[in-house]
């Protein structure tokens, strides 16, 4: 089993930056890609941006280059992810959610965090 955890998110003005980070604990040596999701009101999930387990990332072209997903620490049975928001825009408001995809994919979710730009 793995569990994530998010935290940061908040309100910031338009161009302004934040960084969240989502604490996977449990098997995380069997966790495949951990991810950033939104959820904005009204509508569906989208994809922000992801990691592998080797480094690879995807970003959305909506965030490419103003967004980065990084791995900051992998110890004591936990591995955090963060996604460095900077430049941030008046569409970028939403609930966010971590991801992990681990074993045959199987999926956990963070509960989400609530990300608001004031123009």
């Known amino acids: 089993q793995v569990q994530v955890v998010e935290s940061g998110g908040g309100l910031v003005q338009a161009g302004g930056s934040l960084r969240l980070s989502c604490a996977a604990s449990?098997?995380?040596?069997?966790?495949?890609?951990m991810g950033w999701y939104r959820q904005a009101p009204g509508k569906e999930r989208e994809l922000v941006a992801s990691?592998?387990?080797?480094?690879?990332?995807?970003?959305?072209d909506s965030v490419k280059g103003r967004f980065t997903i990084f791995t900051i620490s992998i110890e004591n049975a936990k591995t955090t992810v963060c996604l460095q928001m900077n430049s941030l825009k008046p569409e970028d408001p939403a609930v966010y959610y971590c991801?992990?995809?681990?074993?045959?994919?199987?999926?956990?979710w963070g509960q989400g965090t609530q990300v608001t730009v004031s123009s």
């Open positions: 990691i592998t387990s080797g480094g690879s990332t995807n970003d959305a």
């Open positions: 991801n992990a995809r681990w074993s045959i994919l199987r999926d956990s």
């Open positions: 449990g098997s995380i040596f069997s966790i495949n890609t």
